[in-house]
């Protein structure tokens, strides 16, 4: 098992900063997630560390030891790109092959482990076909099977299932998590679409425009989000109106709320969240409960089968409800709008973002 | 209408083609055919007599145009593929200069560049040996090669060789297995014309060579220019039908080539054995 490193890494482009003074560590056997949008830096990061890319600054250890110096081809770090990039000119068997037959290893011994690898990804019946005959599902199969072969320090999956549809994609994403349980190869999956992360890896991180903004554990990430940006990144949200802050209360649209728990980390410059699901409607004059709701018309409703979301105008301001199953409110409707105050979010705002890359630099 | 023209087109070219084909072949079919008579008078092969006779310079020129024109093709190619990669993939400064520089032999007459060589070949002794000759073949070729690969890199990008370092190749491994493999047909095409460039090369090799080194083409060209249409003719056919088999055999070998780097696995796994 390896574990991976990069140090204040940059990579520069046509005098733009495609990746900034990045830091990431992963550890033996982990596999992790770079989240981002499109452009953010991500397939850089992946080239960077396996070699094919050279970083302006920064460094790279593997197990310990700076890679800087070693070649792609002696790194030990495998990419599986998403568009697969298999050899057209070889047999499905072949590309399998292809890793081993650099290394020298006798015919024998190749042949053996293409049997075995063709049998682990299901694609027996397939070995000697050419790459233009199978589907992209069996493509992407191959792409890893071929991966995995040379049996990878670190394997980088380059957004491995954006081209396959949602049945696929979900098969596809069980298969791999297997695999990296069963073989605990050190794993970096590179991403732009939350579920992947979230379904697949023990630490997220989210880049934007080159810049890694946080890295955490899923829940970390989904529960206390450091900037509305990433929270934004893992789903709709809110962003609560402010009315006033006093030393112990924060009076908002949505009602006021204690500094306690949570809350305490709220400063001036903070933001608070709040996810759709962790705003409730009730009936008008409902008077269950003590805390006194704030009235609202629903003025949209989208009926998704599993969830039903709701847009729920409070004051002139819009603000996003989901309920489980079918709600029952309809448009026009007047409700009560609570919120649990335990699901509330705080987040710095913008400034104070810069602040924190400053931090990271000194790291 | 448009399939009418284009049929017309086709048969126009065609007969281009074959018409004079087929009065070279006649030609050196017959025994003679004085001018305005319509039929030959008998047919003979008196020309490929003479030049398949035991002690003809034909043979012996023949053998020296294949080398000459292979190991010229070897080294335009060897000089054209990595030049042609490197307009094709990597950005440099200056680069749209060198891609219209490396087209000057097509711009530029061959006699003004024979001519601009020829002080410097013999300074170098290069003039009157077949080094010289083949060293010179080069540059009229060196224009196609570097677009045909420019065009096909552009088209193929890096990306499979890339994959192929991830995947443990070192630099010669990749070219070998990946890097070869995906542009042969961009070296059958190139090698094919610039392997033809050489081998009807007339002028390059007469200056630079200067008649010490006999190819085939210094052979033919007299029976051409004194009218001996016979013997031209015999010349021609006996040119085009080797020049076809070396085309032949050299795109044979690279097929071969090809097919071998499917991978062992791809001969076990034979499309057979996955029905069976
Ligand atoms: N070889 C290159 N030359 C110049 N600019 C490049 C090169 N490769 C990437 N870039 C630029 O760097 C930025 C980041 O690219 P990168 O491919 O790392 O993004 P990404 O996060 O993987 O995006 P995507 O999700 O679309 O794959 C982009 O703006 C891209 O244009
Ligand atoms: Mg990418």
């Not at chain 1, 709040?274 to 009235?295: C, F, H, M, Q, W």
Request: proline share 5%; with cysteine; glycine share 10%.
């Amino acid at each position: 098992m390896t574990e991976v490193k990069l140090q204040n890494i940059s990579k520069i482009y046509n005098g733009e900063e495609t990746v900034k003074n990045l830091n990431l560590k992963v550890n033996k056997g982990e596999m992790i997630s770079l989240l981002g949008p499109s452009g953010s830096g991500k397939t850089t990061t992946l080239k960077i560390i396996a070699g094919l890319v050279e970083a302006e600054k920064g460094r790279i250890f593997i197990d310990g030891k700076s890679v800087d110096h070693v070649p792609t081809q002696k790194r030990g770090a495998v990419i599986v790109f998403q568009d697969h990039r298999l050899f057209p000119h070889m047999t499905v068997g072949g590309n399998i092959e292809f890793g081993l037959r650099m290394q020298r290893v006798p015919k024998e011994i190749r042949r053996k482990k293409v049997q075995e690898m063709l049998k682990f990804v299901g694609l027996e019946a397939h070995g000697g076909k050419f790459p233009g005959e199978i589907s992209g599902g069996q493509k992407q199969r191959v792409a890893i099977a071929r991966g995995l072969i040379v049996s990878p320090k670190v394997l980088l999956l380059d957004e491995p299932f954006s081209s396959l549809d949602q049945r696929l994609k979900e098969e596809m994403r069980s298969f791999i998590v297997d695999i990296q349980r069963t073989l605990k190869i050190t794993t970096i999956l590179v991403s732009h679409d939350k579920e992947d992360a979230l379904v697949t890896s023990s630490k997220i991180g989210v880049m934007f425009d080159g810049e890694l903004i946080q890295y955490g554990t899923p829940e970390e990430l989904y529960e206390s989000p450091k900037s509305l940006e990433v929270a934004r990144f893992f789903g709709e949200i809110n962003e609560v109106p402010l009315i006033k802050t006093e030393e112990d209360v924060i009076h908002t649209v949505l009602g006021a709320f204690r500094k306690k728990g949570t809350l305490q980390g709220f400063e001036k410059g903070s933001k608070l969240l709040l996810r759709p699901e962790a705003v409730t409607l009730s009936k008008e004059g409902n008077d269950y409960s003590s805390d006194p709701g704030i009235p609202g018309k629903i003025t949209n409703r989208i009926y998704a089968g599993e969830k039903t979301y709701y847009e729920v105008e409070v004051e002139g301001l819009r603000i996003k409800a989901s309920v489980l199953g079918r709600g029952i409110w309809q448009v026009e409707d007047s409700v009560e709008i609570r919120t649990l105050e335990a699901s509330l979010i705080v987040c710095r705002g913008k400034e104070a973002d810069n602040t924190m890359g400053a931090h990271n630099e000194k790291e | 209408m448009k399939r009418g023209l284009s049929r017309i087109l086709l048969i126009t070219l065609s007969l281009s083609f074959i018409l004079p084909m087929m009065m070279v072949l006649i030609w050196s079919a017959t025994v003679s055919w004085p001018f305005p008579e319509i039929f030959p008078r008998g047919f003979g092969l008196r020309g490929f007599q003479e030049i398949f006779r035991p002690g003809s310079p034909a043979l012996y020129s023949l053998l020296t145009s294949i080398r000459i024109s292979i190991i010229a093709t070897l080294l335009t190619l060897g000089i054209t593929l990595p030049g042609g990669k490197a307009l094709g993939i990597y950005e440099f400064p200056g680069k749209s200069f060198i891609k219209i520089f490396v087209l000057a032999p097509l711009i530029i007459s061959p006699v003004a560049i024979g001519m601009g060589v020829h002080g410097t070949f013999i300074r170098m002794g290069l003039t009157n040996t077949e080094l010289g000759v083949v060293l010179i073949h080069i540059v009229p070729g060196i224009p196609y090669g570097i677009r045909i690969f420019t065009n096909i890199f552009e088209l193929v990008g890096e990306d499979l060789e890339e994959q192929g370092k991830v995947l443990g190749a070192g630099s010669v491994q990749t070219f070998m297995h990946i890097t070869l493999p995906t542009v042969i047909p961009g070296i059958i095409s190139a090698g094919s014309m610039i392997f033809i460039i050489s081998f009807s090369q007339y002028f390059l090799t007469f200056l630079i060579g200067g008649g010490s080194v006999q190819t085939f083409p210094l052979l033919m060209v007299p029976y051409i220019q004194s009218g001996d249409r016979l013997m031209a003719a015999s010349y021609s056919v006996v040119f085009i039908i080797v020049a076809l088999m070396v085309l032949l055999a050299i795109e044979k070998t690279l097929r071969l080539y090809y097919r071998k780097q499917s991978g062992i696995a791809g001969v076990f796994y034979s499309r057979k054995k996955v029905r069976s």
